[in-house]
């Protein structure tokens, strides 16, 4: 955060999880009010998306009983809702500013100019396009675009897998936004590690305007699990 405030870059925290309602988990309930706090004390803005997600059944906007992530309908309501957010700091703007030889060759994890139709064994294919920086996009980033900055981090809830690359949120909001530039650099199982090093190694370079940071209750267990020990 002090990164971000020293570049005028304006962070939201989304608490975006499928673990809602009669699918919520003992680490979404006992993890989102510390979270939360912190939130407040570093002047973050939290926006929890739950009472939204939960007004659907799992049925409707997953893939669930095959897989918990969001399906197309999923990834519409967010969409939605990031809109939202969107709308209320569409004027926002931050001081980065790098020349093209600054920049990294990469500015996400994903093998770069890929084109394929994956499952993940789950028997849900979907079409995965990554651009030539190696982000979930069906183009390559626009330094030229003199338009709002939006950069979606987070974890697989941004990453929307078992879905195309055009029914996911990056798409569908560019489509909403042509002057904006919408970027995404979401991976499965990123957590607070993550992406902290992802900004200041690689996307910091996006120049974003505006970070909407998807996360919830799953940071906690995955730093103890799967970085500490």
């Not at 500015?107 to 079409?127: A, Q």
């Not at 030229?144 to 990056?170: C, H, K, W």
């Not at 090093?197 to 690689?202: A, L």
Request: charged content about 25%.
């Amino acid at each position: 955060k002090s990164r971000l405030d020293k570049n005028n870059v304006m962070l939201v925290y989304c608490w975006i999880t499928t673990e809602v309602g009669v699918s919520r988990t003992v680490v979404q309930r006992e993890t989102k009010d510390f979270i939360r706090k912190i939130c407040q004390e570093n002047n973050i803005e939290f926006v929890d998306f739950s009472e939204l997600i939960a007004q659907y059944t799992p049925t409707e906007v997953t893939h669930m009983p095959v897989d918990g992530h969001f399906n197309e309908k999923g990834a519409e309501i967010i969409t939605e809702k990031l809109k939202e957010i969107i709308d209320t700091h569409t004027n926002h703007r931050s001081n980065l500013s790098f020349q093209a030889a600054e920049r990294p060759s990469l500015f996400g994890e994903l093998d770069p100019s890929e084109d394929l139709v994956i499952d993940g064994g789950k028997n849900l294919p979907y079409r995965l396009i990554t651009n030539n920086s190696g982000m979930r996009m069906s183009r390559a980033v626009r330094f030229n675009n003199t338009g709002q900055r939006v950069l979606l981090m987070g974890d697989s809830g941004f990453y929307f897998p078992f879905i195309d690359n055009d029914e996911t949120a990056t798409a569908l909001l560019q489509a909403q936004y042509p002057d904006k530039e919408i970027m995404n650099v979401a991976n499965y199982a990123y957590t607070i590690t993550d992406y902290l090093t992802q900004y200041q190694e690689r996307a910091q370079y996006l120049e974003p305007d505006l970070i909407l940071l998807q996360a919830s209750g799953d940071d906690l267990p995955d730093l103890f699990f799967t970085h500490q020990q």
